[in-house]
């Protein structure tokens, strides 16, 4: 395609993490990143409701989750205010295929009508073929239509984050949950399989808490919680069902028209369901 994009390689984690930062860089065989000092706590200007969040999803967030989503959130708008065309964002705990890493930031998404891209994912989410081969021979590009979690690596481009940065300044859910939302902000999520990026076995920085109900969210509820949670999970479901089932919009028709890969057909959409 025509013109070389600038791209920033970010690798997110926390200032104090010494054992994590020198075990990635140990790794790190591609060029050209730096460590993006990752935030504890909620910054900038985004907004947190407790009682609002424990009316909808009947829990809270806890501080690692909070401070995952603000890490996030500050690197898109790094993005906007930079020179740069895109990033290749990473947390700390993966391994990366330096190569691939390397190739894929000469490579322009927004021209290929790409504004995100997973580079790994943490679950076996519901998904349908876009293109395939897609950037080499094995590779190919997936669209997820269920929650596939994980923000420990993707690309972005400055339309990505502008459209994650517009929907997502009041938090309502982890940030990977909320990225996996298309409907939320229309950002499609894309990924390349096989992943050029594993995860690390190590402990997480953020831990299990968000798979546990804390014992002072019965505190928060309010007298229309219970309305507002029935509604909320009603209407997510609505959401997931038409994204796994609904047609192929016009944004998915553009990518497999602009692909110099075999295109998969409608009729082959089910072989990821």
Request: aromatic share 12%; charged share 25%.
């Amino acid at each position: 395609m025509g013109n070389e994009p600038k791209t920033k390689v970010w690798v997110v984690s926390i200032a104090d993490a010494k054992t994590r930062r020198n075990t990635f860089s140990a790794a790190a065989n591609f060029s050209d990143w730096q460590f993006f000092d990752a935030h504890t706590e909620v910054k900038g200007a985004l907004l947190y409701d407790k009682e609002r969040v424990a009316g909808r999803y009947g829990r809270v967030m806890g501080m690692g989750e909070l401070g995952c989503y603000s890490s996030h959130y500050a690197v898109w708008e790094w993005l906007l205010q930079s020179e740069f065309d895109q990033m290749i964002v990473l947390e700390d705990d993966v391994v990366a295929d330096g190569g691939f890493i390397d190739m894929l930031k000469h490579c322009s998404l927004a021209e290929r009508g790409i504004e995100y891209l997973r580079l790994f994912a943490k679950m076996p989410a519901p998904w349908r073929f876009v293109a395939s081969p897609y950037l080499e021979r094995y590779r190919h590009l997936i669209r997820y239509t269920g929650y596939a979690l994980g923000t420990q690596a993707y690309a972005i481009t400055r339309r990505g984050a502008e459209r994650f940065i517009e929907s997502g300044r009041s938090i309502e859910a982890p940030v990977d949950v909320y990225m996996d939302r298309t409907w939320a902000h229309g950002v499609l999520n894309l990924a390349l399989y096989p992943f050029p990026v594993y995860e690390r076995f190590q402990p997480s920085s953020i831990g299990e808490e968000r798979f546990i109900r804390r014992p002072d969210v019965g505190q928060l509820l309010r007298g229309d919680s219970l309305l507002q949670n029935v509604c909320a999970r009603v209407y997510r479901k609505t959401m997931l069902a038409w994204a796994r089932y609904g047609l192929i919009g016009p944004s998915e028709r553009r990518l497999r028209q602009n692909s110099n890969g075999k295109f998969v057909s409608q009729a082959d959409v089910s072989i990821g369901i």
